[in-house]
């Protein structure tokens, strides 16, 4: 399986996230990922990749001009509010300054863009359907965030930082790369957030911000060992996008490496790394947790209700197990499984849904088979076979409530609706 695998423990911004991914392609492709993504102003952006060594490890930083102007040289001074004013020199992203005490004018692009600016932006550009569709649902994941955090509705929502057009370049930068990538399977570490205070029109805010707070919600996040903001919000919110599990690498073959710098100095090598390699037909590694809980007090039909809710609250999987308790009382014991970012809604759930005062964890490694699906027709019955692949084993296996279904509108026993699909 082709597997992406981000390091974020220095955190990520959309300019370290372009610059890694970037590193990823060939030369022919790198040429066609420019021409494309600078495509988006009309002229007047111009992202040019450069060489950047930090703790002598070469790397990549996106080099974002607009109409000739660096964004780091532009001083924007606010009265007013709008979203996403918080992000003051950030350690990744292009030097963002902002002084809020009196009125300026916005120069190069610097206007305040709400979601209807931001999507004509996107939907003009000469990018696959798919791109523009995360692009815009990186964008809402944003605005979403910064609705939380100022306590406003969607709809007056206003991008700054976020909105101008070398930001656009980040989140749709990414999204292409992803594209052009075509990794089926996208891990990254737990994300180091920083620590500390940023300022912003609203007075001093803490690390991570409260927009990146927001949106890493369920994801592994920690602060790290150095202060200042580490994970910003256009980071957080194409890792949440793009990112299908956290963890550590797993067994996997690295084809390219990449590495996307920050601006800053740092003791640690300021980069996000990109691994891009074959993870499989041996099957897959990972972690998992599981919860359980023993119960003496409940009816079977309110378990068999918790079991459902545990389900809906994130669980991989829910079972029982009979069990012999105190005062020689028979008992169940409930289990579930759940990746580390679901715990605390699983521990929730059960405390919710079961008369139980304790919730014991266990941490899991487990192996998995890689597992694909097939559609299959059968005379007028949709059949879905599930193929299981890895450490030696393949087998193939249809969806039982599509066998029932089977065989109660041709009238035949399970056994013979399974042996009509294996023909």
Do not use: Q
């Amino acid at each position: 399986m082709r597997t992406l695998y981000l390091d974020l423990g220095m955190g990520a911004a959309g300019d370290m996230l372009t610059a890694a991914l970037y590193e990823l392609l060939d030369d022919e492709k790198k040429k066609v990922f420019i021409e494309k993504i600078n495509s988006l102003g009309h002229g007047e952006l111009c992202v040019a990749p450069e060489p950047a060594e930090k703790c002598g490890i070469r790397g990549t930083h996106m080099h974002v001009t607009i109409a000739g102007m660096e964004e780091h040289e532009h001083m924007h001074e606010h009265d007013h509010e709008h979203g996403h004013d918080h992000e003051h020199e950030h350690d990744h992203e292009h030097g963002h300054e902002h002084d809020h005490d009196h009125e300026h004018e916005h120069h190069h692009g610097h206007h305040h863009s709400g979601m209807a600016d931001i999507e004509a932006i996107i939907s003009g550009a000469d990018l696959p359907d798919g791109v523009k569709s995360s692009a815009m649902t990186v964008y809402r994941l944003i605005a979403e965030a910064e609705s939380a955090a100022h306590g406003k509705p969607v709809t007056e929502i206003h991008f700054h930082e976020v909105g101008a057009l070398d930001a656009v370049a980040d989140v749709t930068g990414v999204c292409l790369l992803m594209d052009m990538l075509g990794a089926e399977r996208v891990i990254a570490s737990p994300a180091a957030t920083g620590f500390g205070h940023v300022h912003c029109a609203h007075g001093i805010l803490p690390v991570p911000a409260p927009a990146t707070a927001y949106i890493m919600r369920g994801a592994p996040i920690y602060a790290g060992e150095f202060e200042g903001e580490l994970l910003t919000p256009t980071g957080a919110a194409l890792i949440r996008h793009f990112v299908t599990e956290f963890g550590n690498m797993p067994l996997m073959k690295p084809e390219a490496i990449g590495y996307g710098m920050g601006t800053k100095d740092f003791p640690r090598a300021n980069c996000v790394r990109a691994v891009l390699g074959d993870s499989g037909p041996e099957g897959n590694r990972g972690e998992i947790m599981e919860l359980c809980c023993n119960l003496d007090d409940m009816t079977p039909e309110a378990v068999s209700f918790a079991m459902d809710m545990l389900f809906d609250a994130g669980a991989a999987d829910v079972w029982t197990e009979p069990i012999g308790m105190k005062k020689s009382r028979p008992g169940v014991k409930l289990c579930a499984l759940c990746t580390e970012s679901r715990t605390n809604a699983l521990v929730r759930a059960f405390f919710k849904h079961t008369t139980t005062i304790g919730v014991r964890e266990t941490f899991c490694r487990r192996y998995t088979l890689e597992r694909s699906f097939e559609a299959r027709t059968i005379g007028e019955s949709k059949v879905t076979l599930k193929h299981s692949r890895g450490y030696g084993a393949e087998r193939c296996k249809p969806e039982f409530e599509d066998v029932a279904r089977m065989a109660r509108e041709r009238g035949l026993s399970l056994a013979e609706a399974e042996a009509l699909i294996k023909e």
